[in-house]
């Protein structure tokens, strides 16, 4: 019978961080930044709190570095959405719908925790500016892919951007204490068919 090969020191560590920033982004969606502390992250991951502090010496680094790791599986999930629409697997609406989705969903909430503590937080905002920053390039970067080939200008493409993900953001933030599907509904419904039409106006100068 073959034995597991043991694992290395190295391994070990990574492993240990992959399950702090886990139960991090967790806590941070079930919770709320202002309840959880480091003790109950280390209980969530299944470490010591030795070993929290260890990897991530404050709660602001934790959260900061979580975040990141965040966002960057939300930038590889929207990649994958591009490459989806590239194979004609996915419409301008079904992108939209996507959009939606995740902007009301774990990535929101998660959002409105750490911007919420980083406006009194000094040093979590510090650690984060430069994150969301490359987040939002990322998210540019993707949406001009997906806008490549189409006639609009790139101020075109950088107001829809942005005109997007703030009206999904709005939107996600009423979905707080206003459970009305049909109400989101006819508001996305409302935003595809003005994106179509500045396609369509832009195709047409």
Same mark, same amino acid.
């Given at each position: /019978?073959r034995?597991?090969?043991?694992? =290395?020191?190295?391994?070990?560590?990574?492993?240990?961080?992959?399950?702090?920033?886990q139960? %991090?982004?967790? +806590?941070l969606?079930?919770?709320?930044?202002?309840?959880?502390t480091?003790v109950e992250i280390?209980?969530?991951?299944?470490?010591?709190?030795?070993?929290?502090m260890h990897?991530?010496?404050?709660?602001?680094e934790?959260?900061? %570095?979580?975040?990141?790791k965040?966002l960057?599986?939300s %930038?590889?999930?929207i990649?994958?959405f591009?490459d /989806?629409a590239r194979?004609?697997?996915?419409?301008?609406? =079904?992108?939209?719908d996507r959009?939606w989705? /995740?902007?009301?969903?774990?990535?929101l909430?998660? =959002?409105?925790?750490h911007?919420?503590?980083?406006?009194h937080?000094a040093p979590?905002r510090e650690n984060l500016?430069?994150?969301?920053?490359?987040f939002h390039?990322?998210?540019?970067?993707?949406w001009?892919e997906?806008?490549?080939?189409?006639a609009?200008?790139?101020?075109?493409?950088?107001t #829809?951007?942005?005109?997007?993900?703030? /009206?999904?953001?709005?939107?996600? #933030?009423? =979905?707080i204490? !206003? %459970?009305d599907?049909?109400?989101?509904? !006819?508001?996305l419904?409302?935003?595809?068919?003005h #994106?179509?039409?500045l #396609?369509?106006?832009?195709s +047409?100068r």
């Open positions: /019978m034995s597991t090969p043991r694992r =290395t020191q190295e391994e070990r560590s990574a492993e240990t961080r992959r399950k702090l920033i139960a %991090t982004i967790d +806590a969606d079930e919770r709320g930044y202002a309840r959880i480091t280390a209980r969530r991951a299944g470490v010591s709190r030795g070993a929290l990897h991530f010496s404050t709660k602001e934790l959260v900061s %570095t979580s975040v990141e965040h960057e599986e %930038t590889t999930e990649r994958e591009l /989806m194979n004609g697997e996915m419409s301008l609406d =079904t992108f939209l959009l989705q /995740m902007y009301s969903g774990k990535l909430f998660v =959002t409105l925790e911007i919420t503590e980083a406006r937080n979590l500016i430069p994150v969301v920053r490359r390039a990322a998210l540019d970067a993707t001009r997906f806008f490549r080939g189409t609009l200008s790139e101020d075109d493409v950088e #829809v951007l942005n005109a997007s993900t703030c /009206m999904f953001r709005g939107m996600g #933030v009423q =979905t204490l !206003r %459970t599907a049909a109400y989101y509904d !006819r508001l419904r409302h935003w595809k068919a #994106v179509h039409n #396609v369509a106006l832009a +047409a």
